[in-house]
């Protein structure tokens, strides 16, 4: 089984929110410093989907990613978690695209690979968390999709694909190719080994451009988003936190029962 | 091409009755569609639906269409994405809201691709710009860790509303609206796949978005085991046990207890966080809740900033006299 994932580099998102920073007059995110960018967790996840499918299957992992410079590092992670090859696809054309243009340079690139029976993307990225780019892949390739699996076999008809719902699941059956967007209730995705990440270093990770792949630059970059960002802020939430002391923790406990008891809260 | 006009919200009907995700939508929709002045249509699909879609008019629908089909959960995706775009097409709304629901998490996303427009989806806000008259979308971004207003530069702007964002529409039956069922009729190549089966896990005791009272856990509490002192304070105290991501992580509990971002959406009116770090992921799912409690042996622990009470200590020495004390006031 030949399956494609789509991955993408983020700002790590357990950084503690005091490091984080926005830029409101620019409406960005300033970078904070010493903390390296990470593979996505939905996207390792993904990649974790398709180890365990190659691993019953059979078959090829192929990573794809967009970005400049240092995108290769989320196509290596995926490598030295077991993947087998990567692109990155990356071009000054791309600059400033929607999820909507990243999804056609996306799809443009599963094309020039040709022969696949799953496309795997993370439910959303960490950052932007817009969760749109692997349904649209499906509709830009005509594919079948499933976006939120938890779990996916392959059967006599195809692919039997686990969506998470709030209160269970659904289970369906759906012809490949196919587009399946991964939850994080797969599971936790597998570390790199350590040989993993030695053959990952060592690779070279070919570069893509838009040419390479037949992209039409009118439907790419900033000019061609659908949307725009209006403002960027860093929501101010705080409470104001009434610290309950005592002499031994049992103390403050019923201290607190008896505050929240005044409070009308209990 | 004529010009797209009026508001239309997706409703949802759940078991022959309407979901609370719709009265949320259309409250939404009707503040916005007393901004831009114009109106506001309810889309519903099911099957025997004329008095859920009346509902919706005395929810301030000012037009209600309803199409016929099976309940979302009892059917593949594509059809709702095929139905609701139809609809769209038909009907040109200028602003089309879906929840941030099973439903409308996974339509929006194709409805926007056939409908040749974009959507921002998890909206906790919905206005227009007085001067642009176009639908500023307000939605946490980055975990939580900021919020971003998005516009849509194509027609129609479709936005998902994440549930208990906005205030639901009170009825007044005395409104009066029609109510026009669509015939849709989906081509079969538009149906890729079967649906094989749904499960629904039955929740023991009270669902974790009905409760009032919820006592919530995450890695600080250091095991299963821990989440027994959390039980027996939210059953004194009439509620329920939550989780963070790292428990179920963990394998602790399961993640259909999960609280955050990608897990349930809360607002009880007593959230105690016990050995919560406090992430902005997690904040997403309990930021609502009238009032936060904070019990954390770490004092730079992020969420103390985000509560109304805290205690800098061991949940295991603080537990069992808060517990005690609650179990003494209560009965006083």
């Known amino acids: 089984m030949n399956i494609i994932v789509c991955v993408k580099q983020v700002l790590d998102p357990d950084i503690p929110p005091a490091k984080f920073k926005v830029d409101s007059a620019s409406k960005q995110v300033v970078p904070p410093e010493g903390i390296p960018p990470v593979i996505n967790p939905y996207d390792a996840q993904a990649v974790e989907l398709a180890l365990r499918l190659k691993e019953k299957q059979g078959g090829k992992i192929t990573v794809l990613t967009v970005g400049s410079d240092g995108a290769d590092k989320a196509v290596k992670y995926a490598i030295s978690m077991g993947a087998d090859d990567g692109f990155v696809l990356s071009d000054e054309v791309f600059e400033g695209s929607d999820s909507f243009s990243m999804a056609y340079i996306l799809s443009k690139a599963v094309e020039k690979i040709g022969e696949y029976d799953l496309v795997l993307c993370g439910r959303q990225a960490a950052d932007w968390d817009e969760g749109l780019v692997g349904s649209i892949i499906a509709e830009s390739l005509g594919t079948s999709l499933v976006t939120l699996a938890e779990d996916a076999e392959v059967v006599d008809e195809g692919l039997k694909v686990k969506r998470v719902t709030l209160d269970g699941y659904q289970a369906f059956i759906v012809p490949t190719p196919a587009v399946v967007t991964v939850s994080n209730e797969v599971g936790q995705a597998r570390l790199p080994s350590g040989l993993g990440i030695i053959s990952a270093a060592r690779r070279q990770i070919p570069v893509w451009k838009a040419a390479d792949t037949g992209i039409d630059p009118s439907l790419v970059g900033s000019a061609a988003a659908r949307r725009k960002l209006f403002a960027l802020s860093v929501p101010a939430r705080e409470r104001k936190c009434e610290i309950i002391e005592g002499e031994t923790p049992a103390e403050a406990a019923t201290k607190l029962a008896e505050r929240l008891r005044e409070a009308g809260a209990i | ?332």
């Open chain 2, 1 to 332: 091409m004529a010009e797209n006009k009026g508001i239309l919200i997706c409703g949802e009907v759940v078991d022959g009755k309407l979901a609370a995700i719709t009265a949320e939508l259309l409250g939404a929709g009707k503040k916005l569609s007393a901004e831009l002045e114009q109106p506001l249509g309810a889309l519903l699909i099911g099957k025997d639906i004329e008095e859920v879609a009346q509902e919706t008019i005395g929810l301030g629908a000012d037009r209600a269409y309803t199409i016929d089909g099976p309940a979302f959960l009892d059917s593949l995706p594509d059809l709702y994405v095929a139905l609701i775009a139809a609809a769209c097409e038909k009907l040109q709304p200028s602003v089309v809201i879906l929840g941030q629901t099973d439903m409308g998490r996974d339509v929006a996303p194709r409805l926007a691709a056939k409908l040749k427009t974009t959507a921002v989806l998890d909206c906790v806000g919905l206005e227009i710009d007085p001067e642009t008259r176009a639908l500023l979308q307000t939605r946490p971004v980055y975990g939580g860790n900021a919020t971003a207003v998005w516009v849509t530069e194509s027609q129609p702007q479709i936005a998902t509303l994440r549930p208990r964002s906005v205030m639901a529409a009170e009825s007044d039956t005395s409104r009066t609206g029609e109510i026009e069922p669509l015939p849709i009729v989906v081509e079969d190549s538009a149906i890729k796949g079967k649906l094989v089966e749904t499960v629904k896990t039955e929740v023991e005791g009270i669902k974790l978005e009905d409760a009032k009272v919820i006592v919530a856990g995450g890695g600080g509490i250091g095991g299963p085991e821990g989440f027994e002192k959390l039980r027996e304070l939210a059953s004194l105290l009439g509620g329920t046990v939550g989780v963070t991501r790292v428990p179920c992580d963990e394998g602790w509990l399961p993640l259909t207890m999960e609280i955050g971002q990608t897990g349930r959406i809360v607002g009880p009116d007593l959230y105690i966080a016990v050995g919560i770090s406090g992430a902005p992921q997690h904040m997403a799912g309990c930021s609502g809740s009238k009032c936060i409690v904070t019990i954390n042996k770490d004092p730079d622990a992020n969420l103390f900033k985000e509560s109304n009470f805290g205690i800098v200590g061991d949940y295991k020495q603080v537990m069992p006299a808060f517990i005690e004390k609650c179990r003494e006031l209560l009965s006083s």
